[in-house]
């Protein structure tokens, strides 16, 4: 059968040929690719991306599983990285300011963009068509769903940071299964059903997975190197109505909230900002597109509560999920 994608360079195609395969959520096949479930094309940006990228010291890297809050750890990265060149508004300022920002006219998803679907996506091969990075402004900001092992290199001994954002692999696959099915809606393809999806989230075939190795090589890392990988956890931020989180953020980065920045409400307003409810109400969010590949905008906010896997899942597929969890992370001191 003809499973290789003819747009793919020759050396991917090549790999994939001897690469393991499993049916995948939304494409064919998932190829298993330096230990993780990975699509062709994406298999070939992150090829392109570890042959060409350049890490600088200076540099943020956004990290995740697929569907963990990547959008939100974005817009939080963005405001607080660039709050200098983009001010943030305070209370005081809201009634009067004609100040505008770039999260309410873009998707974060541009702002931050990933290596994998963006940055070194859709060169089929052909390097000439590479961006050049090296003129963008300091810090860079860049996202990966690509796991901590498979990472260059040089990303891991430079001075770079990383921001990992985890979720608790319940509601990560419910998100997880609710959006594969509106891309499927949106190209026009049946659904996949949930028993069918949810096999394959437990034997670890889902994209960027096994989800246990993925977190579990952030987890671990940010544990050795506390300096090199912030470890967050979408449900504590999602219960920090004070702010906490998005300090840990700013001096994590190397830009804490200076205590005028503090008195005039700053961290109040990048949680505003960056929420939840602001965010899915912006027109760039509900009516645009292409933020992720070809798709549209607002796929990426559905509910953004903790604990909807209640909804879905029966008891057995709970106690089934909840038994791969423990064997899977049990011993290592990450726990939902
Ligand atoms: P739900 O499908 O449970 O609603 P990702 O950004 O990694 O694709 O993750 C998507 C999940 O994050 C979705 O979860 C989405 O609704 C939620 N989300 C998006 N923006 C958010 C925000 N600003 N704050 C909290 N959750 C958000």
């Known amino acids: 059968s003809n499973h290789v994608d003819e747009k793919l360079s020759q050396e991917c195609q090549d790999l994939l040929l001897s690469l393991p395969r499993e049916k995948g959520w939304r494409t064919s096949y998932l190829y298993k690719f330096k230990g993780f479930w990975c699509q062709p094309k994406q298999i070939e940006a992150i090829l392109a991306f570890q042959n060409h990228f350049q890490v600088k010291d200076t540099d943020a890297i956004v990290a995740s599983i697929p569907k963990s809050g990547t959008t939100w750890l974005k817009a939080l990265v963005f405001s607080i990285s660039n709050r200098d060149k983009h001010p943030i508004l305070t209370k005081c300022q809201i009634l009067h ?8 006219v873009s998707n974060p998803h541009d702002l931050v963009p990933f290596f994998e679907y963006k940055l070194y996506a859709n060169t089929d091969g052909d390097h000439d ?19 901590f092992v498979a990472l260059q290199e040089p990303i891991k001994k430079s001075g770079c940071k990383i921001v990992y954002i985890c979720r608790n692999p319940l509601d990560t696959f419910i998100s997880s299964w609710i959006y594969t099915n509106k891309l499927m809606k949106e190209r026009g393809l049946p659904p996949l059903p949930l028993e069918e999806a949810f096999e ?5 075939v889902v994209g960027f997975g096994p989800f246990w190795e993925h977190m579990l090589g952030y987890w671990n890392e940010s544990r050795e190197r506390p300096k090199k990988v912030l470890f967050l956890k979408y449900e504590e931020m999602r219960e920090d109505h004070e702010g906490f989180h998005l300090r840990k953020l700013a001096n994590f980065l190397g830009c804490p909230f200076s205590l005028e920045e503090e008195k005039s409400g700053v961290v109040e307003g990048i949680a505003k900002l960056c929420s939840f409810e602001k965010l899915k109400d912006l027109e760039v969010n509900k009516s645009g597109s292409g933020a992720i590949m070809t798709f549209e905008n607002k796929h990426l906010f559905r509910k953004g509560q903790v604990g909807d896997w209640v909804n879905y899942l029966s008891p057995s597929m709970v106690e089934k999920l909840v038994t791969v969890m423990d064997d899977k992370l049990g011993g290592s001191g990450l726990e939902f």
Do not use: E, V
Request: hydrophobic share 40%; glycine share 6%; proline share 12%.
């Open 97 to 104: 300011s004609k100040l505008s920002h770039p999260l309410l």
């Open 129 to 147: 068509r590479l961006l050049d990075l090296s003129g963008l402004p300091d810090p860079r900001l860049f996202a990966t769903h690509i796991p």
């Open 200 to 204: 394959m989230y437990c034997k670890g």
